[in-house]
């Protein structure tokens, strides 16, 4: 019974002591930066013991955020050079934490988490180790996955096919490709096998035109008694790639081996689309730009936009005067990506000087 009380009472105490020490010992959890990634809803759960140490289940909290957010800014492959990281080191990365929510629940402490990480310091990290990270940027594919059973001669499409129904049933919190699945059509279940023949060539325009997506993913699964392979064909921005790739797979029904191949499949396509979204952090392209000082608000905006931008290494004033603004900024990439990227913004430069300036 008195352990019973105690163990009450330390809860109490815990959520109101220990919450004011990480406060005050460890950094403000109140300051928020511009350029960091922020990483949510880490959810962690510890038994309420003797020995329960609530810094040892933040610290978790933080190693579990960095390697979420390792998988969502690194490809699969160099992923693996990252197994481990010293708490001290993750530590001196971090701007901010919040406790979103904690409780106790049958002598259960459950923890939710966020926490904010400095671009900077993330980028250099990664950099120590010889890997390029990408822009986690979410993006929605038009997803076709048809099963060629080549001793058939058929065509699986649609809720036929088990790659199909599944696809989408476990998706991950890093996974950064929404799939949007064609709704069965008859029409284009004709048209796709109309062109069986020649389907590695066959574009699919008819098919996909439907959907208002210029951006989609059309995964051939070949299957027959050695084997499958895949090819998928990925389309983004109006340029086709093809990839080969030969999988382990007997029984095209088997739902633990469907399961298998479609995490396997999503790994490459995510590691794709992080190469398309990929930072050269080891290019330091200087440029100097000047802003004319008759318009406040536009210097205000392009120092908020610079500050925004993943490929912004840095920037700063080097002077000015009672006409124009001078920044250098040193970016990650070719001049030619810097002047696509801040025509999105609609920045618009004269590059004909030295020093640009903003048209």
Do not use: C
Request: aromatic share 14%; glycine share 2%; hydrophobic share 40%.
């Amino acid at each position: 019974m008195i352990f019973k009380i105690k163990k009450s009472l330390l809860k109490t105490l815990y959520i109101f002591f220990i919450s004011l020490s990480l406060n005050i010992f460890f950094f403000s959890t109140d300051k928020i930066f511009a350029k960091s990634f922020d990483v949510e809803n880490i959810d962690i759960s510890r038994p309420f013991e003797i020995n329960f140490d609530k810094n040892d289940v933040i610290n978790e909290g933080f190693e579990r955020a960095f390697f979420e957010l390792i998988s969502l800014i690194v490809s699969s492959s160099d992923k693996k050079k990252i197994t481990n990281i010293k708490l001290n080191k993750l530590k001196g990365m971090i701007e901010s934490f919040s406790i979103q929510e904690e409780k106790f629940v049958n002598d259960i402490y459950y923890v939710s988490l966020g926490v904010s990480f400095n671009k900077k310091k993330i980028y250099n990290y990664l950099e120590e180790k010889n890997i390029f990270p990408s822009v986690p940027i979410k993006k929605k594919f038009l997803f076709i996955p048809i099963i060629i059973d080549e001793n058939k001669k058929d065509l699986l499409i649609f809720n036929d096919n088990e790659i199909f129904k599944s696809w989408n049933i476990n998706t991950k919190k890093t996974h950064l490709i929404e799939y949007l699945l064609p709704t069965e059509d008859l029409e284009d279940l004709n048209q796709i096998k109309k062109n069986y023949e020649i389907i590695e060539q066959y574009d699919f325009y008819e098919v996909v035109s439907k959907y208002g997506l210029s951006d989609s993913i059309i995964s051939l699964i070949f299957k027959d008694k050695d084997g499958t392979r895949v090819l998928s064909r990925i389309t983004f921005n109006d340029d086709v790639v093809l990839k080969n790739k030969t999988f382990f797979l007997k029984d095209i029904n088997d739902k633990q081996q469907v399961k298998k191949l479609i995490e396997e499949l999503k790994i490459v396509y995510e590691d794709h689309w992080k190469k398309i979204n990929q930072i050269n952090t080891s290019i330091r392209l200087l440029l100097n730009i000047r802003i004319s000082n008759k318009n406040n608000d536009i210097i205000s905006d392009f120092e908020k936009d610079l500050d925004d931008l993943d490929l912004i290494n840095n920037f700063f004033i080097t002077k000015f005067d009672r006409n124009f603004t001078y920044y250098q900024v040193i970016f990650n990439g070719a001049p030619s990506t810097f002047l696509k990227t801040m025509e999105e913004k609609n920045y618009f430069f004269n590059t004909q000087n030295k020093i640009w300036s903003i048209r």
